[in-house]
């Protein structure tokens, strides 16, 4: 079927496709195969775009994502009994005349956007996405299509994300002006933590990093997927004086915790989108705001949207509104979908 475009157009691909999915609060449903697309509540059958714990919940009875997801799922949640893998790329017949494919969402290991097809028409859902080269995941993989579905947590156009090397380079250069302090770097357990440590070593810091307890084993997992992150050790493995002059990589909470007063003298870092804002910096004690994102800014939004060339777009969370009126002002129908249950602060 031919590609639809246009403002007109677009009103009858989203009556189409509105029978056969379902925007709801707690997630997307397919009515037709009683399915779901990350349910922020347990279901029967759920197909899940990424690991984060605000996507990925335990307790579905069947489980579609990629090989790594699973495997996520499985350390966080245990044994996913009704697991069932898609690698990047393959097709999958899902009843109802719907086809489904996973393409790289570039935002963790294993993140993918989920397409949709059914009599022609093509949707996407992009899950959380970035489009910074990222080395501990596959990028971003576009492909045009009828009705996008996207996130947009830095859908202002105040929000431009600086380059990653710019970030680690203000990192090290802490690090070698106070070699009578440790930096302590307040990272998510999944996917920013094994980012930073990635860009350290690209950037040629080949010392041991030390990690909080919380971060092993997602390290640990991220490594048996082909991720080098180079010699990584507990932090317990140090004590006081010796711990001068090193890089820890903690949780954020870890930072405000007394787990921290085992550190001496530390300078608090924070690895996150939000640290552009710098009364968040402030308010939270972190001495050096690494402004280091897994989701896309407002450039990387938009030029994702020209690019898809989707009739429409609904926005899944996040400030959808100024996203919504560029849509508008650039002749593409758009909605917000208002999802519950997405942890926006989690980058
Ligand atoms: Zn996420
Ligand atoms: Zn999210």
């Not at 790289?104 to 290991?109: E, S």
């Not at 890089?247 to 300078?267: E, G, T």
């Not at 710098?278 to 050096?288: C, K």
């Amino acid at each position: 079927m031919a590609r639809v475009t246009g403002k007109a157009q677009a009103a009858i691909v989203a009556r189409m496709v509105q029978d056969w999915i379902i925007p709801h609060g707690h997630g997307l449903y397919l009515p037709g195969i009683d399915t779901w697309v990350d349910p922020s509540r347990p279901q029967s059958r759920a197909i899940i775009t990424h690991g984060h714990a605000d996507h990925a919940r335990a307790g579905h009875a069947h489980v579609l994502a990629t090989p790594e997801t699973l495997a996520i799922m499985q350390q966080r949640f245990g044994p996913q009994a009704g697991g069932q893998a898609l690698a990047y790329g393959e097709r999958l017949a899902l009843g109802d005349g719907i086809t489904a494919m996973l393409l790289p969402a570039g935002h963790v290991l294993g993140s993918a956007q989920i397409v949709l097809e059914k009599a022609g028409t093509r949707l996407i859902i992009s899950g959380d996405y970035k489009r910074r080269p990222d080395p501990t995941c596959t990028p971003f993989e576009p492909l045009a299509c009828d009705i996008f579905i996207t996130e947009a947590t830095f859908g202002l156009p105040v929000f431009h994300h600086p380059g990653t090397a710019s970030e680690i380079a203000k990192l090290l250069a802490a690090l070698a002006a106070n070699p009578d302090r440790c930096i302590a770097v307040g990272a998510y357990a999944l996917g920013k933590a094994q980012r930073v440590i990635a860009e350290l070593r690209r950037a040629r810091y080949d010392a041991p990093i030390y990690l909080h307890g919380a971060m092993t084993a997602l390290c640990a997992l991220y490594e048996a997927h082909g991720v080098a992150l180079g010699d990584l050790r507990p932090v317990g493995t140090l004590k006081g004086d010796a711990l001068k002059g090193q890089i820890i990589i903690a949780p954020p909470s870890a930072l405000r915790d007394v787990w921290s007063r085992r550190l001496p003298d530390p300078i608090t870092a924070m690895a996150s989108g939000w640290m552009r804002v710098r009364q968040r910096a402030v308010q939270s004690g972190i001495e050096l705001p690494l402004v280091i994102s897994d989701h896309a800014d407002w450039d990387e939004l938009t030029a994702t949207i020209t690019e898809l060339n989707p009739a429409e777009v609904w926005v899944t969370h996040g400030r959808e509104e100024a996203l919504i009126h560029w849509c508008g002002l650039h002749q593409r129908r758009a909605r917000a979908l208002d999802m519950v249950g997405r942890d926006e602060e989690g980058d």
